[in-house]
């Protein structure tokens, strides 16, 4: 497809419950962003990969969370441990290296942790 | 720590032109980006200030003067389909980071 796309769009899970969100970025786009929105919320950044780079973790909030990017291309956003404030959109965008300065984001994947 | 300020909430007649405002602090500072949010949909790009002065991009203008940690965005001749959220973002560093987004402005399009 020509866009981002994330699954699941919805996923509702158990307190204590691992989830594993997935993302497929824009072919050849070298940047891949996680973000996540609460409710009536900005969007929060949480960990983001540039081309073979180590991934910037810095916006990850706990140890629960972890992502990788195999190939440079899908990545998977991992909690572990689930709690209901993790409850959520998380959304994906990629973006090209160079001077633009658009990123494309996904339709995101609604998470709810009951 | 980073903080974006704007308006939560803006209601503007259908035909009109309404002006959405955020104001910045964060350490680092390279660009302001704005993005539109239909409820339920995924943000997409609107407009990008790098350099101080006013972009134009058919019914949408933004504006930036990093003097000021100000910028704005303007929205001209209002249609229904406008209504949705809009976020001002900022780009801290050159090349591909992550944006800082402010919470939102929530507009309300009426006829």
């Known amino acids: 497809g020509a866009g981002v796309s994330q699954s699941p769009s919805n996923k509702v899970t158990e307190k204590g419950k691992d989830v594993e969100l997935r993302c497929d970025p824009i072919?050849?786009?070298?940047?891949l962003y996680w973000y996540r929105q609460s409710l009536g919320q900005g969007l929060e950044f949480l960990i983001y990969?540039?081309?073979?780079?180590?991934?910037?973790k810095s916006g990850l909030p706990s140890d629960r969370f972890s992502a990788e990017r195999t190939g440079g291309s899908v990545s998977t956003l991992t909690i572990q441990r689930t709690q209901q404030e993790d409850s959520a959109v998380y959304l994906c965008?990629?973006?090209?290296?160079?001077?633009?300065?658009?990123?494309?984001f996904g339709p995101g994947t609604r998470l709810t942790v009951l | 720590g980073q903080s974006l300020e704007q308006p939560s909430e803006v209601t503007a007649v259908e035909g009109a032109i309404v002006q959405i405002n955020c104001t910045y602090q964060?350490?680092?500072?390279?660009?302001l980006s704005w993005y539109q949010q239909h409820d339920g949909g995924a943000p997409t790009f609107l407009s990008y200030?790098?350099?101080?002065g006013l972009e134009e991009t058919g019914r949408f203008s933004s504006f930036l003067s990093r003097s000021d940690s100000y910028g704005y965005l303007l929205l001209q001749e209002l249609q229904m389909k406008d209504s949705a959220s809009y976020f001002c973002?900022?780009?801290?560093?050159?090349?591909?980071?992550?944006?800082?987004f402010g919470k939102g402005t929530r507009l309300s399009v009426i006829a």
């Open positions: 072919s050849g786009h070298t940047a």
């Open positions: 990969f540039q081309g073979n780079s180590a991934p910037d």
């Open positions: 973002a900022v780009r801290r560093y050159s090349g591909n980071t992550p944006l800082v």
């Open positions: 964060t350490s680092g500072f390279y660009g």
């Open positions: 965008a990629s973006q090209t290296s160079g001077s633009r300065h658009e990123q494309f």
């Open positions: 200030n790098g350099l101080d």
